[in-house]
């Protein structure tokens, strides 16, 4: 059994034309580009081998697939270093704290100071608000009332003008 392989060459160019020695020069003298005869038909003779030989495995061609496999080299163990268990621990650190801190937003706030009972006070010459604050039954530090007075009246802290009304707590 045999095989017939025709061979052809490639196109290629040659340079025909000439200069003159005399350095003249003419358009017909310039040298130029024709392409090459092709060259006729080689015909050869491919015979088989009489005994089939097997294909290589590395050389057989898988019809299924064109991607190649990656193979994953064996793991190696995992060493942790001191850098390691630091930044483990850290991630731990901010990790709780994130989860400290969302907890807490849920817990009530106190509440406002605007919930307090109030009712209005006009001011009369030589009050203060210390001089209201004592005027006003209380328990306990007299500085505690003025404290809330200041909170419920901010205008309060810079000067009391006479005929104004301030809010103070109801008894």
């Not at 060259?39 to 190649?68: C, G, K, N, W, Y």
């Not at 530090?141 to 810079?158: F, Q, W, Y």
Request: proline share 11%; charged share 15%; aromatic share 4%.
């Amino acid at each position: 059994m045999s095989l017939a392989a025709t061979i052809t060459a490639p196109r290629s160019f040659t340079v025909r034309g000439s200069v003159k020695p005399n350095g003249g020069k003419q358009f017909s003298d310039m040298p130029s580009l024709l392409p090459a005869p092709r060259p006729q038909s080689i015909a050869a003779e491919l015979s088989t081998v009489a005994t089939p030989v097997a294909t290589p495995v590395a050389a057989r061609f898988i019809a299924h697939s064109t991607a190649l496999v990656a193979v994953a080299a064996p793991a190696a163990p995992i060493r942790v270093t001191r850098r390691g268990r630091l930044l483990m621990t850290f991630a731990a650190a901010v990790g709780l704290t994130t989860a400290i801190m969302g907890a807490a937003s849920f817990i009530a706030p106190p509440p406002a100071a605007g919930s307090v009972p109030t009712v209005g006070y006009v001011i009369q010459p030589g009050d203060t608000l210390w001089s209201v604050a004592r005027s006003l039954p209380h328990h306990g530090d007299i500085r505690e009332v003025v404290a809330e007075l200041r909170t419920l009246n901010p205008s309060a802290n810079k000067g009391l003008a006479v005929g104004a009304q301030i809010r103070v707590p109801k008894s």
